[in-house]
């Protein structure tokens, strides 16, 4: 018997499982990952940067847990020396009708404390920016890149060291619940526990759903694509370079990323994928894509947003069109500077009336905590949802 099972090895899992543990150690823990290896998904496909708060609703779980997770983050960086690097970005205004929406911004980075920031004219911009085209800027200090995939091994393993047991190669296939107990079955073995905490990433509606006979939400797969600066064209970005995002569309759009290990990433662009785990263009699962497709809210996202979909998916499969969207930061970037590179796929939720989800969802009941909502900032804030999560959880062990 277990305590808690907690099933999904990403980084929202992980920083669950190593906050219960470091809160109560005496707990009974299981930690459930279904591949041979943790954080081979969303984050082991991130593109390592640490966010600051700027773009989320005061108030909001995005906003409360970014910036707590943002000091969070960088305390325990320091305490087991994972290189991080506060390198700062630029927000840019490349047309007229978004510079509205960044005096908005800086509004709001402002309302969520981050008194550094620096609204920026034209030649501001170059001293930080040579290279940008743009009318007006937004310098934020906080930003920085780290690799979170060593972040989340050090949680395993500090985990691990606290007594805690990760268990891989369990998907997860059924939940049967009793007065006291519930029993994880997975594909090879079953496990009995007091409570469950569903990080599950892509797949945490369908765990959510096994409990629940009709939760209000549905993930829907969206593909990033990257392409990566050659060498020789790095010195074209010195920060992280930030379009104004579309404040209907829950996507930062195409950006520039310095990486930890020196390279620079360019992107992602956002495309629907035809399967949750669909890391190429031509990945499909035909029940996926079905349970996708019939969903009422995705129907009505579909309706909404096709302009800006079918602009992503031009960018999908053009070059030129990739290219081209880079261009309106950068203008020296050509289609030759650019090298195919990896893929993520970002679990959104989705409501049943066509909302895509812009917070954190955490949904509990009687036997489990589900974590159904947790895209990017999600990396940056891991350990505050781990600790709001734990606190959750510990609740029912301190009764």
Known sequence: ????????????????????????????????????ELVKHQTGNNSGVIHSGLYYKPGSLKAINCINGYNMLLDFANQHNIKYNLCGKVVVATMPKEIERLENLYKRGIENGLTKIKKLNINELKEIEPHVNGLEGLYVPYTGIIDYVKVAEKM?????????????????????????SSTVISSTNSF???????CAGLYSDKIAAINKDKINLRIIPFRGEYFLLKPEKRYLVKTLIYPVPDPNFPFLGVHFTNMIGGDVECGPNAVFAFKKEGYKLFDFDFTEFWESITWPGFQKVAIKYWKTGL????????????????????????????????????????DRDGGLLDDFAIIEDKYIINVCNAPSPAATSSLSIGKTVSEMALKRFNN
């Open 192 to 198: 009995e526990t007091k409570l469950i905490i569903n």
């Open 156 to 180: 395993a393993e500090l985990f691990k060291n606290n007594g805690g047991i990760i268990e891989l190669n369990q998907k997860v296939i059924d939940i049967k619940n009793n007065a006291e």
């Open 311 to 350: 602009g992503e998916y031009k960018r999908s499969f053009s070059k030129t069109a990739f290219t081209k969207a880079l261009q309106r930061l950068i203008p020296e970037i050509q289609k030759d500077d650019l090298i195919p590179t990896h893929a993520g796929v970002r679990a959104q939720a989705c």
């Open 1 to 36: 018997m277990q305590d808690i099972v907690i099933i999904g090895g990403g980084i929202v899992g992980l920083a669950t499982a190593f906050k219960l543990k470091e809160a109560n150690p005496d707990l009974k823990i299981t930690l459930l990952e279904k591949e041979s």
